[in-house]
């Protein structure tokens, strides 16, 4: 689950290091979803060895100007929490820019006792940071991409995980363009090769999509859902059709779940909390997340 750089709860403030955050608590059902991990940003602020790391890294793999208050990535991002992989522990987190989160992300493991950084970068392409095993790339890319530069006679820069069309007409395989509502696959909803469409919002179990090229010609376009759970897509009502409504990523509950906000000279129209949508179908009976509560708490 992402949350805005800007607003982020006040209780994963009491996490001021990497070192810390090795040992911070996730948010779930048992503390209400009020975790103590931090986001990137956070960490970036206020932990100096974290930042030059980081930094080090980035340049090393030719990228700059991603992270901090005024780099391009200083969008959603998501709570810095410990995995195992291979036996080592890492804390896993990703950065996205604003607006594009679907386009130009990073998604990357920090280990703060060696001060390594490994990670996958995306911008159109996709480009490694460090040089992760299999194993490690599966994890950065959600298993995407199995292949890892990390391995013997692989390459350092990779490829983007949706792999080509086999024809003009099918969807490129193993993505969410092969989903399927009532026999039409979102690939086909979008145009095809001539796709009109843009992928707005990204959670787990939920990818939100813009089609700019209307099928009742709405000015502002269609909306769509795509559900992971089901390699299902539904269309949904924005609740306008004005060219001069906008997409902005935005959250709810002080952060603690993704949302797709449509908006009008700043004004909310709707809104489609796809990270709160993604818990509830992780948690069920009585762990499950109040949609209601949770709104209600966003309002104070």
């Known amino acids: ?65 991603l992270l901090g208050p005024e780099g391009a990535l200083n969008g959603p991002q998501s ?8 036996g080592k522990i890492w804390l896993k987190s990703m950065a996205c820019e604003a607006n594009n989160c679907g386009e130009h992300y990073l998604n990357f493991l920090y280990q ?21 095993n299999n194993e490690e790339a599966s994890i950065l890319t959600d298993g995407e991409i199995k292949t890892g530069p990390g391995e013997s006679d692989t390459a350092p820069v990779a490829t983007a995980p949706a792999s080509a069309p086999a024809s003009p007409d ?12 009532n026999g039409t696959t979102l690939w086909q909803a979008c145009g095809g090769q001539n796709s009109a469409c843009v992928i707005v919002g990204n959670s787990k179990w939920y990818v939100a999509v813009l089609n700019r090229r209307s099928a009742t010609g709405c000015a502002f376009g269609d909306f769509y859902v795509a559900d992971r759970s089901s ?13 001069d409504a906008y997409i902005q990523q935005g959250s709810i509950s002080h952060g603690q779940y993704s ?18 949508w993604s818990a509830q179908k992780s948690f069920s009976g009585g762990n499950r997340p109040s949609w209601s509560k949770a709104k209600q708490k966003n309002q104070h």
């Not at 930042?51 to 793999?61: F, G, H, P, R, W």
């Open 1 to 65: 689950m992402a949350a805005s750089a800007g607003a982020w709860a006040e209780n994963s403030a009491v996490v001021k290091t990497a070192v810390q955050a090795m040992h911070c608590q996730p948010a779930g059902p048992e503390n209400n979803f009020n975790g103590t991990c931090p986001i990137p940003a956070e960490l970036y602020a206020s932990d100096p060895v974290y930042k030059k790391d980081m930094e080090t890294s980035l340049k090393a793999a030719g990228l700059k100007g």
């Open 79 to 86: 709570p810095m929490e410990s995995v195992k992989v291979a």
């Open 112 to 132: 703060p006792d060696e001060h390594q950084v490994l990670g996958y970068y995306f911008d159109g392409k996709g480009v490694w940071v460090g040089k992760p």
């Open 170 to 181: 099918a969807p490129p395989a193993n993505t969410i363009w092969t989903f399927s509502n």
């Open 231 to 243: 390699t299902s897509w539904h269309q949904y009502d924005t609740g306008t059709c004005s060219a």
């Open 259 to 276: 949302s797709v906000d449509i908006l009008i000279n700043g004004s909310l129209v709707k809104q489609f909390p796809i990270g709160y």
